[in-house]
């Protein structure tokens, strides 16, 4: 059994949101991350006490901030908060990424700036373990006073509203919490705000997008070097002095794996053997990939630090007993490193299919057209390619950046916003489509690949090839490609490829 997660608000994992949101690891709070709660709900009870007006805790949200409510409204004012932000639009999260924004909400709570009762985060935590999955819409956030409407959506059942799934099947939300034994609660001072003001609707889905593109940064190395061998490219362009006289990290990386991969192989090619320069989509490969891979350094940095990160507001200081109203709900960083994310992973896929062109054109591989034995009758692989190629046209739409638009909110008091969670959403479909052209070019090279020696190859490509070998078998003759794709796709994002492939040549950077 995996082992229990402990929620600190400081040392959550990309991996250890991972394990939570797609493996159902249970989790629990910390005796110190507790006490913070409590610390900071005290100080809440003791500004009510003393009559002091602070926004969110006693007053009106946004333009209505300067309406005073008064001690009797205030369960009102929360519930309220929940049930007017509940406008989401379109189909539901996925359950991993539902489960992702619960343990990121606990995790922000459990800092102790929040001002929130420790049994309403522990319902969350009871959510969680208990698999009650609220149905949240996946549209209707702007990322800014955080994602508001996502988040709302995800408290509803906690207060007996909404829907969710709990074991396999959708229902009102109060019959979830009651089938898995979860007590439902009446929000009080601070604690509608405390729960939907943050960013963990777009971290949610930024988390699991990033981690994805860890796979994807490696794993296209991996796969391009099967096609470089297969069209019998020159390695004398990934040499480390031509890498270390412009030494970026991404750009040397991606040339040592390359290297790597095809160690022993005897179908790679020298300068002048055969041509003196390969086209761009082989030769300049470590300079696009690696491209890619110091973006995604920078989006990776700004991910992991939200992860344990304060976002709502306002933030209660229990050293100084204040409360402050700032901006760190704010979805500016996650907004811009999501489309950063997006344009990076896009980049993969637009290579991907310029090395497919050049694998199933007769005139530019040298294989048979289409990588099949009897062209006319068979259109072998001519389609794939088209279907790479509209991926890579979508990707270029979806690539145009979310975060340089703002439509002011709340009559203005809420001038700029993030768009943050449309650019997680964006990046997240790219980097399927990544996943799906890079798909199509395994396939593509292990076709071509076989008629040559699949025995020539380096160590680290055939094993690439072996493990779809074991999967997928040559195409002789037409028959149903997508099912081929499906089979090469699902290889790819799962980590099943890389992992095998490590495990061959050692751990790839």
């Given at each position: 059994?995996?082992?229990?997660?402990?929620?600190?608000?400081?040392?959550?994992?990309?991996?250890?949101?991972?394990?939570?949101?797609?493996?159902?690891?249970?989790?629990?709070?910390?005796?110190?991350?507790?006490?913070?709660?409590?610390?900071?709900?005290?100080?809440?009870?003791?500004?009510?006490?003393?009559?002091?007006?602070?926004?969110?805790?006693?007053?009106?949200?946004?333009?209505?901030?300067?309406?005073?409510?008064?001690?009797?409204?205030?369960?009102?004012?929360?519930?309220?908060?929940?049930?007017?932000?509940?406008?989401?639009?379109?189909?539901?999260?996925?359950?991993?990424?539902?489960?992702?924004?619960?343990?990121?909400?606990?995790?922000?709570?459990?800092?102790?700036?929040?001002?929130?009762?420790?049994?309403?985060?522990?319902?969350?935590?009871?959510?969680?373990?208990?698999?009650?999955?609220?149905?949240?819409?996946?549209?209707?956030?702007?990322?800014?006073?955080?994602?508001?409407?996502?988040?709302?959506?995800?408290?509803?059942?906690?207060?007996?509203?909404?829907?969710?799934?709990?074991?396999?099947?959708?229902?009102?939300?109060?019959?979830?919490?009651?089938?898995?034994?979860?007590?439902?609660?009446?929000?009080?001072?601070?604690?509608?705000?405390?729960?939907?003001?943050?960013?963990?609707?777009?971290?949610?889905?930024?988390?699991?997008?990033?981690?994805?593109?860890?796979?994807?940064?490696?794993?296209?190395?991996?796969?391009?070097?099967?096609?470089?061998?297969?069209?019998?490219?020159?390695?004398?362009?990934?040499?480390?002095?031509?890498?270390?006289?412009?030494?970026?990290?991404?750009?040397?990386?991606?040339?040592?794996?390359?290297?790597?991969?095809?160690?022993?192989?005897?179908?790679?090619?020298?300068?002048?053997?055969?041509?003196?320069?390969?086209?761009?989509?082989?030769?300049?490969?470590?300079?696009?990939?690696?491209?890619?891979?110091?973006?995604?350094?920078?989006?990776?940095?700004?991910?992991?630090?939200?992860?344990?990160?304060?976002?709502?507001?306002?933030?209660?200081?229990?050293?100084?007993?204040?409360?402050?109203?700032?901006?760190?709900?704010?979805?500016?960083?996650?907004?811009?490193?999501?489309?950063?994310?997006?344009?990076?992973?896009?980049?993969?896929?637009?290579?991907?299919?310029?090395?497919?062109?050049?694998?199933?054109?007769?005139?530019?591989?040298?294989?048979?057209?289409?990588?099949?034995?009897?062209?006319?009758?068979?259109?072998?692989?001519?389609?794939?390619?088209?279907?790479?190629?509209?991926?890579?046209?979508?990707?270029?739409?979806?690539?145009?950046?979310?975060?340089?638009?703002?439509?002011?909110?709340?009559?203005?008091?809420?001038?700029?916003?993030?768009?943050?969670?449309?650019?997680?959403?964006?990046?997240?479909?790219?980097?399927?489509?990544?996943?799906?052209?890079?798909?199509?070019?395994?396939?593509?090279?292990?076709?071509?690949?076989?008629?040559?020696?699949?025995?020539?190859?380096?160590?680290?490509?055939?094993?690439?090839?072996?493990?779809?070998?074991?999967?997928?078998?040559?195409?002789?003759?037409?028959?149903?490609?997508?099912?081929?794709?499906?089979?090469?796709t699902e290889l790819i994002a799962s980590g099943k490829l890389l992992e095998a492939v490590e495990k061959a040549v050692g751990e790839l950077y």
């Amino acid at each position: 059994m995996d082992p229990i997660i402990y929620l600190d608000g400081n040392t959550l994992t990309l991996e250890e949101v991972v394990r939570v949101s797609r493996k159902g690891t249970k989790v629990e709070l910390t005796e110190d991350g507790k006490r913070k709660i409590i610390e900071s709900r005290d100080l809440v009870e003791k500004f009510l006490a003393e009559g002091r007006a602070i926004y969110g805790i006693n007053t009106g949200f946004g333009k209505f901030s300067d309406v005073s409510i008064s001690a009797d409204q205030l369960e009102d004012l929360q519930r309220n908060l929940i049930v007017a932000d509940a406008v989401g639009i379109g189909g539901n999260f996925d359950t991993e990424i539902v489960r992702a924004m619960i343990l990121l909400r606990a995790n922000a709570l459990v800092k102790g700036f929040s001002g929130i009762r420790l049994e309403v985060v522990q319902t969350l935590i009871d959510m969680l373990n208990k698999g009650v999955h609220p149905q949240i819409r996946e549209k209707g956030s702007v990322g800014s006073s955080g994602d508001l409407c996502p988040l709302a959506h995800m408290v509803l059942p906690m207060i007996g509203l909404g829907e969710a799934e709990f074991q396999g099947e959708v229902m009102e939300g109060l019959e979830a919490m009651e089938r898995a034994g979860i007590s439902i609660v009446t929000l009080k001072a601070k604690e509608g705000l405390a729960l939907i003001n943050g960013t963990c609707a777009m971290m949610a889905v930024g988390s699991l997008a990033v981690y994805d593109s860890i796979v994807i940064t490696k794993t296209a190395d991996v796969i391009a070097t099967l096609t470089i061998e297969a069209l019998e490219g020159i390695t004398d362009a990934f040499d480390e002095r031509i890498h270390l006289a412009r030494p970026h990290k991404g750009q040397i990386e991606c040339a040592k794996n390359l290297l790597k991969l095809c160690q022993n192989s005897k179908l790679t090619t020298r300068q002048g053997e055969k041509r003196m320069q390969d086209a761009y989509s082989l030769r300049c490969t470590p300079q696009i990939h690696g491209a890619s891979r110091l973006a995604f350094d920078y989006v990776r940095q700004v991910i992991e630090t939200e992860i344990n990160s304060a976002t709502d507001n306002p933030l209660i200081f229990t050293d100084t007993e204040e409360a402050y109203s700032g901006g760190n709900f704010h979805g500016q960083p996650v907004a811009i490193a999501m489309d950063t994310l997006g344009i990076a992973m896009a980049e993969y896929a637009n290579i991907s299919e310029r090395r497919i062109e050049r694998l199933v054109n007769p005139t530019l591989s040298g294989l048979p057209g289409f990588l099949v034995k009897e062209g006319g009758i068979n259109c072998g692989f001519m389609v794939p390619q088209y279907a790479a190629a509209s991926l890579v046209s979508e990707n270029k739409v979806l690539a145009h950046p979310a975060s340089v638009d703002s439509i002011p909110t709340s009559a203005n008091q809420e001038d700029h916003v993030s768009m943050g969670t449309i650019a997680a959403r964006k990046a997240r479909v790219i980097i399927g489509h990544a996943q799906s052209v890079l798909g199509i070019e395994l396939l593509c090279a292990a076709q071509a690949v076989d008629f040559k020696d699949a025995g020539l190859l380096g160590t680290g490509s055939a094993e690439a090839y072996r493990q779809l070998r074991e999967r997928v078998t040559f195409m002789e003759s037409d028959r149903l490609i997508y099912k081929d794709m499906d089979i090469s796709t699902e290889l790819i994002a799962s980590g099943k490829l890389l992992e095998a492939v490590e495990k061959a040549v050692g751990e790839l950077y």
